[in-house]
């Protein structure tokens, strides 16, 4: 299924009772999942797991209440028979509920992944000028200043989404508050040479060394939310890359050849498992910090301790 399949059966409403969402813009993914809840008038409730969310639709099922259950990279439920997966399919298991689950990445050779392609939507990254006519349209923002947001975002949409927020609620010209902004280092930029050094450790899984980086870090003041950034950056790329057995590396992953080479050099020092971990772990906490969580401070020492200690 592709997402225009998906937007009609939004716009109809006449939706199936399983999906799974694959992909790393998690902010659109989630924007998808409130419109299809909305276009049923259901609420959606956010689960750590599959079977969590059986016990809750157990629960509404009392109150006669229905909701879109969310589910967020669970990977027990990928180990599911084949029956129990098609129990899910065939909306047996939730009765009037809807069941989305999201994944960043999934095995194209296991049987799950065959037997749920027909309600599988992949959410590749937003081109730039899609982005760009977006953010034009929200708040006013420059072609150029869009395309710089762009770019000191790494393409990251949920990214993006947060600077706007900061511009947004600056207020007057959002163009001469972005350069305000800007001035001050409240917006999120690329980062300097000591990140690249710092995250380069961790990937080639030199513990000492990235503590060593990460107090010149702190030292000279780099933010931790840009070294979230950069080492999320880093190791999917890793991870795409050393995923990546065969065919066209640069067509399949959207690499560029400068990414890939840079990957090349840091493959193998994990696992393919530890590298999804690490990048739910970034993930976690990254979302944990815009909660108010977990401070912002404590973010990357808490990466470091949870991969070396």
Same mark, same amino acid.
């Given at each position: %299924?592709?997402?225009?399949?998906?937007?009609?059966?939004?716009? @109809?409403?006449?939706?199936? $009772?399983?999906?799974?969402?694959?992909?790393?813009?998690?902010?659109? %993914?989630?924007?998808?999942?409130?419109?299809?809840?909305?276009?049923?008038?259901?609420?959606?409730?956010? +689960?750590? @797991?599959?079977?969590?969310?059986?016990?809750? %639709?157990?629960?509404?099922?009392?109150?006669?209440? @229905?909701?879109?259950?969310?589910?967020?990279?669970?990977?027990?439920?990928?180990?599911? @028979?084949?029956?129990?997966?098609?129990?899910?399919?065939?909306?047996?298991?939730?009765?009037?509920?809807?069941?989305?689950?999201?994944?960043?990445?999934?095995? $194209?050779?296991?049987?799950?992944?065959?037997?749920?392609?027909?309600?599988?939507?992949?959410?590749?990254?937003?081109?730039?000028?899609?982005?760009?006519?977006?953010?034009?349209?929200?708040?006013?923002?420059?072609?150029?200043? +869009?395309?710089?947001?762009?770019?000191?975002?790494?393409?990251?949409?949920?990214?993006?989404?947060?600077?706007?927020?900061?511009?947004?609620?600056?207020?007057?010209?959002?163009?001469?508050?972005?350069?305000?902004?800007?001035?001050?280092?409240?917006?999120?930029?690329?980062?300097?040479?000591?990140?690249?050094?710092?995250?380069?450790?961790?990937?080639?899984?030199?513990?000492?060394?990235?503590?060593?980086?990460?107090?010149?870090?702190?030292?000279?003041?780099?933010?931790?939310?840009?070294?979230?950034?950069?080492?999320?950056?880093?190791?999917?790329?890793?991870?795409?890359?050393?995923?990546?057995?065969?065919?066209?590396?640069?067509?399949?992953?959207?690499?560029?050849?400068?990414?890939?080479?840079?990957?090349?050099?840091?493959?193998?020092?994990?696992?393919?498992?530890?590298?999804?971990? %690490?990048?739910?772990?970034?993930?976690?906490?990254?979302?944990?910090?815009?909660?108010?969580?977990?401070?912002?401070?404590?973010?990357?020492?808490?990466?470091?301790?949870?991969?070396?200690?």
């Amino acid at each position: %299924m592709n997402i225009a399949t998906l937007k009609a059966k939004i716009k @109809s409403g006449q939706l199936d $009772k399983f999906y799974v969402f694959v992909g790393e813009e998690i902010e659109v %993914m989630r924007l998808y999942v409130n419109q299809l809840a909305k276009s049923v008038n259901k609420k959606v409730q956010v +689960c750590e @797991s599959v079977e969590i969310a059986v016990k809750q %639709m157990g629960k509404g099922a009392l109150l006669n209440e @229905s909701k879109v259950y969310y589910v967020i990279d669970d990977d027990d439920f990928i180990k599911q @028979s084949e029956k129990v997966i098609n129990a899910f399919l065939s909306g047996e298991v939730q009765r009037d509920n809807i069941l989305v689950l999201r994944y960043i990445s999934l095995d $194209k050779r296991t049987k799950f992944y065959k037997a749920i392609t027909d309600r599988l939507i992949e959410f590749e990254q937003l081109k730039s000028d899609l982005i760009v006519s977006h953010l034009k349209k929200k708040c006013g923002l420059s072609e150029k200043n +869009c395309r710089t947001l762009i770019e000191w975002c790494s393409q990251d949409y949920g990214r993006i989404l947060l600077e706007l927020d900061k511009i947004l609620s600056f207020g007057g010209d959002p163009n001469e508050a972005f350069e305000i902004l800007t001035a001050c280092g409240v917006i999120h930029r690329d980062p300097e040479d000591a990140i690249f050094k710092l995250t380069n450790a961790i990937a080639q899984r030199n513990g000492r060394e990235a503590l060593r980086l990460y107090s010149d870090c702190a030292a000279i003041g780099e933010s931790n939310i840009a070294i979230l950034s950069v080492l999320y950056n880093t190791i999917k790329q890793v991870f795409q890359v050393q995923n990546c057995v065969s065919g066209d590396i640069q067509k399949l992953t959207g690499l560029t050849q400068w990414q890939i080479n840079s990957a090349k050099a840091r493959l193998h020092k994990y696992s393919n498992d530890d590298l999804k971990t %690490m990048l739910y772990l970034i993930r976690d906490v990254d979302t944990q910090i815009k909660t108010g969580k977990i401070d912002e401070a404590l973010s990357v020492p808490y990466i470091l301790i949870q991969l070396f200690a």
